[in-house]
């Protein structure tokens, strides 16, 4: 992932003052529940595969197919079984002229029928013609393909989120590895100025600068220490692994090394994804609402028997039962709804406009932020190269200055000046390494 620093500066510093840095420190034993990562493409994989919110986005999406079948079914044909049984308290009265039961002249007020009736039966039914419910099943259809773009945005934004992390873990690591080193040097310069002040060859300020440069190293040091901390565990939450498990990170981060970076050609922002997606979602329930003031057709069919009985009872013999079948089209078309079709076609419209509105501006955000991670990418590269070379020759300066000082050719105060002025190159390198890396983060994420 990293490219070696110029040749010149490795061979400056192979026997001096970073020497203890670039071989890996001796490593304990790891617990049983350790988890190691080898490079920021194996905390991505391990992010994807077993982030937590990953796996609500899983469930989302199968409750999205089902929710998209479900709308699918109301297309085909529905069948079910029926039971209906009628106690006719009044039987209706129906008034037929007196000759047909020997009155001429009058009229009779017949009841027909018998007071109880039951009916058994098979209804079949099919939308020959409803709009609606076709536009309904493409909702579904843009329902699921919305929670898909989610889950592709919310992956794309997870690897970066996990590559930042990485890399700040990392940088910390290689920080303290430094701190460790600056610490020991800063402790020998500060037993020296006392020394020599009690030698009578240095002033106080002296001791006291030696003193500011060591807490500086110490202050440094437990920054370093709280970002690796903090680092490994936000990581942790992301990379789905339980509080109690340890982390580690086996890479080593050459100080001064500058990182080679990504490839410069990104893949789609998978972050328009949702927007794209809601637009077309949008749009299709905008013509949902104005397919509402179509007709729809339908046929029905109905395979049933009946039987009427004078008393309360139940029969299942032979001749107890009638058939009872018939076929039916219906045909049905909203006249008036009280504005309420209108209404709702006139607020489709409206939200498919702010999806439309919405996503021109997400992607006109999209494109400036790509341009802007290609523009820092090569700014950043140069910066870390730039802080890497004036780190190595700073760190050259301070093991001269350091030799000096012991042949009784520069006095302390310019020994305390190298070091101030290693300890300055040494923070710029290393925020500059933080920025590359951070915007890296973002280009890993779209590869």
């Not at 490994?232 to 890479?251: A, C, F, I, W, Y």
Request: charged share 15%; net charge positive; aromatic share 8%.
């Amino acid at each position: 992932m990293v490219s070696t620093i110029p040749s010149r500066l490795k061979r400056a510093w192979a026997g001096g003052l970073l020497l203890a840095l670039v071989g890996p420190p001796a490593q304990a034993q790891a617990p049983p529940d350790t988890v190691r990562l080898a490079s920021v493409e194996a905390a991505l994989d391990l992010a994807l595969r077993h982030n937590p919110t990953q796996a609500v986005y899983q469930q989302q999406l199968r409750q999205a197919r089902f929710n998209y079948q479900a709308a699918k079914g109301v297309l085909l044909p529905q069948a079910s079984v029926g039971f209906t049984g009628t106690d006719n308290l009044k039987l209706p009265v129906t008034p037929v002229p007196g000759e047909l039961v020997g009155q001429p002249g009058t009229t009779f007020n017949a009841q027909f029928g018998r007071q109880y009736a039951y009916t058994a039966g098979l209804t079949l039914s099919q939308k020959l013609f409803d709009w609606p419910a076709v536009l309904q099943t493409r909702v579904a259809r843009g329902q699921l393909e919305l929670s898909q773009a989610q889950q592709a945005a919310y992956a794309q934004t997870l690897k970066e989120q996990v590559a930042q992390l990485y890399f700040s873990a990392l940088i910390a690591k290689a920080a303290l590895q430094i701190n460790q080193l600056d610490a020991r040097l800063a402790d020998t310069v500060q037993i020296l100025a006392r020394q020599r002040l009690q030698a009578g060859t240095t002033d106080l300020l002296a001791v006291n600068q030696a003193a500011i440069n060591a807490g500086t190293v110490r202050q440094n040091q437990a920054l370093s220490q709280q970002l690796f901390d903090q680092s490994l565990e936000n990581l942790k939450v992301l990379l789905g692994e339980k509080p109690d498990r340890e982390l580690r990170l086996t890479e080593v981060l050459v100080p001064g090394a500058v990182p080679a970076g990504a490839d410069p050609a990104l893949a789609p922002d998978k972050s328009l994804g949702p927007y794209e997606t809601q637009l077309a979602l949008a749009t299709t329930q905008s013509r949902q609402q104005r397919a509402a003031a179509y007709p729809t057709i339908a046929a029905t069919a109905y395979l049933g028997n009946q039987q009427f009985r004078d008393d309360f009872g139940l029969s299942f013999g032979a001749d107890a039962w009638q058939p009872y079948q018939y076929l039916g089209l219906s045909i049905s078309k909203p006249v008036f709804t009280g504005f309420a079709n209108r209404n709702r076609s006139q607020s489709a419209q409206t939200q498919a406009t702010i999806a439309r509105l919405q996503l021109e501006q997400a992607r006109d955000q999209s494109a400036s932020h790509d341009r802007v991670l290609l523009k820092n990418q090569a700014a950043y590269r140069e910066l870390v190269r730039s802080s890497a070379t004036s780190f190595g020759l700073y760190a050259d300066n301070l093991r001269l200055s350091q030799q000096k000082y012991r042949e009784g050719v520069l006095p302390l105060d310019g020994y305390l000046r190298a070091f101030q002025d290693y300890l300055a190159a040494e923070n710029r390198y290393l925020n500059s390494l933080s920025s590359f890396l951070a915007n890296y983060a973002g280009l890993l994420a779209r590869q």
